[in-house]
């Protein structure tokens, strides 16, 4: 086996398969990169056996064959490289020489044959997404997946597609993310998904393969499996198999006491709390009085801070109080200039909204200050 390819295209390739392969396994080869040639392409496979990639790069093809190589010692050789096109070449034992210009590598492999096998995209239906589109309904919900692996259910966003609206869910029962966006026509009915859920690492891979700014990927699902296609590359997701729980319950029926204001000045307000929150530590709390919003925070081990904020406000005096990372992490993600905050009487949820958009809504529980 032996090849010549561009470092950067190769560089490009290798980096990709960060994210998925295992740091800690009990399966060495799962540290691995699969390397195969083909008709004047490689193909560069990686997989942790929930998530699988494979992605096609042109190369000049010396001798066929496949290898599997240490993937992030092997990226680190080829970003300290300096040249424009390496020389990849397995020797006997299963080693690798990695050549270009005068620096040379040589490195051992494993053979192919215990590497899981990944399988393609074929019989699999696909519908088109835009990926800034995709892109931003991520954005929105990522930040409030559950990390608790105790709970599985909520270890991913809860992913709905059809009649050309697309909506994704995302909850760890401290807070609950919601973004609904119509796209453009109507998907093909045959390609609607009624409710799975996409594991959290399987969703931060689909936005690094998609935060290119390329114009369209394509999703499709098969048996179990969310499968998202860009240019020379497929990414293979295996799905939660759970039931995800009711979140609509969690979104409180009556009204609040909601007060509009600047996006970004409520933003920097809420990080200049954050400053002195800690893990024991991290309330913030809001007060509304007289056309003004007093934020305040206090923690023992580091001290006190205070702020305010001029708001049309007219209604009686009010006060609650939230998580301060929650809230920044809820607002953050809105491009809009202003926002709606809706607050609660009786430890009631909060809810965060752009204002003129009703795509994006979060919901925040109360902390008891």
Request: aromatic share 6%; net charge negative.
């Amino acid at each position: 086996m032996e090849f010549n390819v561009e470092r950067n295209i190769f560089m490009e390739g290798i980096h990709k398969t960060l994210g998925i392969v295992e740091r800690k396994t009990t399966m060495p080869i799962l540290n691995n990169v699969l390397i195969r040639t083909g008709d004047k392409k490689i193909k560069i496979i990686a997989t942790d056996r929930e998530i699988g990639l494979i992605a096609d790069y042109d190369a000049d093809i010396v001798a066929p064959g496949d290898i599997t190589v240490a993937a992030r010692k092997l990226y680190e050789m080829i970003r300290e490289i300096e040249g424009d096109v390496i020389n990849f070449k397995k020797i006997d034992n299963n080693w690798v020489n990695v050549t270009c210009n005068k620096v040379f590598y040589k490195i051992p492999g494993i053979a192919v044959d215990e590497f899981p096998e990944v399988e393609d995209d074929q019989g699999a239906s696909f519908s088109k997404i835009q990926s800034g589109f995709l892109r931003e309904m991520i954005n929105k919900t990522f930040f409030a997946v559950s990390t608790d692996e105790t709970r599985v259910s909520l270890n991913g966003v809860y992913f709905r597609m059809g009649k050309g609206l697309v909506s994704m869910v995302a909850t760890d029962g401290h807070r609950l993310s919601i973004v609904k966006m119509q796209m453009e026509g109507d998907i093909d009915p045959e390609l609607e998904v009624g409710g799975i859920i996409i594991p959290r690492k399987g969703v931060g891979e689909i936005r690094k393969l998609i935060e290119d700014g390329s114009d369209y990927v394509e999703v499709g699902i098969q048996q179990g499996v969310c499968i998202v296609k860009k240019n020379n590359t497929v990414l293979r997701v295996s799905l939660i198999d759970a039931e995800y729980p009711d979140y609509k319950r969690v979104i409180p029926d009556e009204k609040g006491i909601e007060v509009q204001l600047n996006r970004d000045q409520m933003l920097h307000s809420l990080k200049r709390m954050g400053v002195i929150s800690s893990e024991r530590f991290s309330g913030v709390k809001i007060r509304v009085a007289d056309n003004k919003m007093i934020l305040s925070s206090t923690n023992p081990d580091v001290g006190e801070a205070q702020d305010e904020i001029d708001i049309s406000y007219s209604g009686r005096d009010f006060e609650t109080g939230y998580n301060v990372r929650y809230m920044i992490e809820a607002i953050d993600v809105v491009t809009e200039k202003d926002i709606s905050i809706e607050m609660r009487e009786a430890h009631g949820p909060g809810i965060v909204r752009p204002v003129g958009n009703d795509s994006y809504m979060c919901v925040v529980m109360p902390l008891r200050l």
